[in-house]
């Protein structure tokens, strides 16, 4: 386990990012002390993989082969995995795998969560959306018709294992939209990652595990500093008010979160040159990065400003009616700012 980050949240667990490890999980399960049987619930992209573990981890494995995609967030999905859990008579000391995309990893993170009072849960992430986001940090949970992650359950995690070379068969959109979230924590915590991501070939990027893990490490540095969401962790948000704004507006699954974020990252960009916050290069650079990286800046043209208003102030990262707002000061800082008047928001998102 050389080279693996750690969070240190609870108990505390590694993080570890390589490439060509995915075969190796049952000594990494082992080493983390891990002795129940192993129920591996998985991305039906990876039914090859998963296959291959089940052999691996021992004769009494399960494999539960899901969809990914928004849909497979839901109740339907999660009573699946509880009867199957259930069917495979699972006890306290087993572990269930998420080895799929951030979906898997929240819906079955929250089964594991929740199934007999909470069992052992390794996040196996296979997009790059939930390598640099979602399988760190111990939020878990499903959509409900009324609100997405409406409900949910921080349950951390005893190890994340993440290896680069799955994402080879990952569609490049959905590689883009992960970038996104990488560049997202270039901009609010580490300038140098940022200098190196604008570097990189976007192609090879993907597999460099190197560049992956550095953009892991500031989710593991933010969720370390603050595992409730408050403060620091509050400046993953950057891009994501105005990003889920445009989610909400056109509708999920029109834009990827990662693109809607990155025009929501342009968009705040812009907001903080306009509030003195930070220098025009800052826009600039991003906007060239986005570029390189296949991500969208533009705003679609069927959503108005008043729109993205008013589903802003509805979202729940507002406080005593004003929006927190997480702004860039400098490539590699970000701050909280709280008093941002409404009017330089209609400005910006209305001259775009
Ligand atoms: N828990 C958190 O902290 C957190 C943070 C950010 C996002 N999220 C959640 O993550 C979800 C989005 O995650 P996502 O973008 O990974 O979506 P996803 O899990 O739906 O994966 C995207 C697509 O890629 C497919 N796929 C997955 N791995 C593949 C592979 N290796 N090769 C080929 N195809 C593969 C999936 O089947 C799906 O079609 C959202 O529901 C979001 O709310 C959670
Ligand atoms: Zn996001």
Not at 79 to 102: K, N, P, W
Not at 266 to 272: C, G, Q, T, V, W
Request: charge should be negative; include cysteine; proline fraction near 4%.
């Amino acid at each position: 386990m050389n080279n693996a980050l750690r969070v240190t949240v609870g108990h505390g667990y590694p993080v570890i990012v390589s490439a060509d490890i995915w075969q190796n999980l049952p000594a990494a399960l082992v080493a983390v002390g891990i002795q129940g049987r192993v129920h591996i619930v998985a991305d039906t992209h990876l039914n090859e993989q998963a296959e291959t573990l089940r052999i691996g981890c021992g004769d009494n494995t399960s494999v539960l082969l899901l969809p990914g995609g928004e849909a497979s967030k839901d109740m339907h999905t999660l009573m699946q995995i509880y009867t199957h859990l259930l069917h495979q008579r699972v006890e306290r000391r087993d572990v269930l795998v998420a080895f799929g995309g951030g979906v898997i990893g929240d819906v079955a993170g929250y089964a594991a969560a929740t199934i007999l009072r909470g069992i052992a849960l390794v996040q196996m992430p296979t997009t790059l959306l939930a390598m640099v986001d979602s399988s760190v940090g111990g939020k878990t949970g499903i959509n409900h018709a009324l609100g997405k992650n409406m409900i949910g359950a921080f349950h951390q995690p005893r190890l994340v294992y993440a290896d680069v070379a799955l994402l080879k068969t990952l569609p490049q959109r959905e590689l883009a939209a992960g970038w996104a979230e990488a560049i997202k924590h270039g901009v609010i915590r580490d300038a140098r990652l940022f200098d190196d991501l604008e570097q990189a070939d976007p192609r090879s990027a993907y597999f460099d595990p190197q560049l992956v893990r550095r953009a892991v490490a500031v989710k593991v540095d933010v969720v370390n500093i603050d595992v409730h969401e408050q403060a620091e962790r509050m400046l993953l948000n950057y891009g994501h008010t105005i990003g889920h704004a445009i989610e909400h507006v056109l509708g999920y699954g029109v834009l990827l979160h990662g693109e809607a974020i990155a025009i929501g990252m342009h968009l705040e960009a812009r907001l903080a040159v306009a509030l003195e916050l930070c220098d025009p290069m800052v826009v600039t650079r991003q906007q060239a990065m986005f570029a390189r990286y296949g991500l969208p800046t533009a705003l679609p043209n069927q959503i108005t400003p008043e729109q993205l208003l008013e589903v802003m102030h509805r979202d729940k990262k507002v406080l005593a009616g004003q929006i927190r707002w997480a702004l860039p000061r400098a490539i590699g800082h970000a701050e909280i700012i709280r008093d941002v008047p409404i009017a330089v928001v209609r400005e910006v998102i209305s001259s775009s």
